[in-house]
């Protein structure tokens, strides 16, 4: 079983550029969070979402910042408008939703703002 | 809240050493989940356990252990006779769990970077 694929790795865009990072999650899994981790600190919640839907979105940024998971194909997080702050890794995990099991996470997008 | 301590920021040991990660969590609910995860210098996240607050059994897994103390409300954990290639930040989380089994979203302590000397 492929696991939580993230996509790309590593990602280089100019101030005022947007962002898309993909998450696809591991098969079978309908629940997808979103955690970003600023240089030398812990992970932060920003987003979760299952199929279609956002469940919470508490994490988020208020402004430039959005995300979907579609009925088809991966989640996205996007990022508007970029700046140097926004430099970090963004991990994505997924879960089953039904029974608890652990988060699996991908291996995350390093976002460079230069 | 929830809010995860992990007060040691950074930890050197020698190889073969025995070094113990300390975890303190704060939670208003009854029922969570703790977890441990290593990020090694490649930067991905590796699971290494998760522990139900109604299980304060402690774990051993090869050369790791955890110390689940609900009173403390600590999750400590041990690596017995370090290697070099232990050397990773460990982020300890918790996670509440909802009515219906599934977990929401995890708290992440803000890690300790542990190095091991050869």
């Known amino acids: 079983n492929a696991g939580v694929m993230q996509n790309p790795r590593h990602l280089v865009r100019r101030r005022g550029q947007e962002a898309r990072l993909r998450c696809s999650p591991m098969?079978?899994?309908?629940?997808v969070y979103w955690y970003r981790q600023l240089p030398e600190e812990g992970l932060k919640f920003m987003v979760y979402?299952?199929?279609?839907?956002?469940?919470?979105e508490s994490g988020m940024p208020k402004e430039r910042f959005s995300a979907e998971f579609p009925k088809e194909g991966p989640s996205i997080l996007r990022i508007q408008q970029v700046v140097r702050g926004d430099s970090a890794a963004y991990f994505c995990?997924?879960?089953?939703?039904?029974?608890?099991?652990?988060?699996?996470f991908g291996q995350g997008t390093r976002l460079t703002v230069v | 809240a929830q809010k995860v301590t992990q007060a040691q920021t950074e930890i050197s040991v020698v190889e073969k050493e025995d070094v113990t990660l300390d975890c303190v969590y704060e939670t208003r609910d009854t029922t969570y989940y703790l977890f441990w995860y290593k990020q090694p210098p490649s930067g991905e996240l590796v699971f290494l356990i998760r522990?139900?607050?109604?299980?304060?059994q402690n774990e051993i897994s090869g050369r790791y252990s955890w110390n689940f103390q609900k009173s403390t409300s600590s999750f400590n954990f041990t690596i017995t006779a370090s290697q070099v290639v232990d050397s990773a930040v460990y982020f300890c989380a918790l996670s509440e769990a909802l009515m219906s089994g599934s977990a929401r979203q995890l708290t992440f302590g803000s890690g300790t970077q542990l190095t091991v000397l050869p």
């Open positions: 522990r139900n607050s109604f299980d304060e």
């Open positions: 979402l299952q199929k279609e839907n956002i469940i919470d």
């Open positions: 098969k079978g899994h309908s629940h």
């Open positions: 995990a997924s879960s089953p939703g039904t029974e608890y099991t652990e988060a699996f």
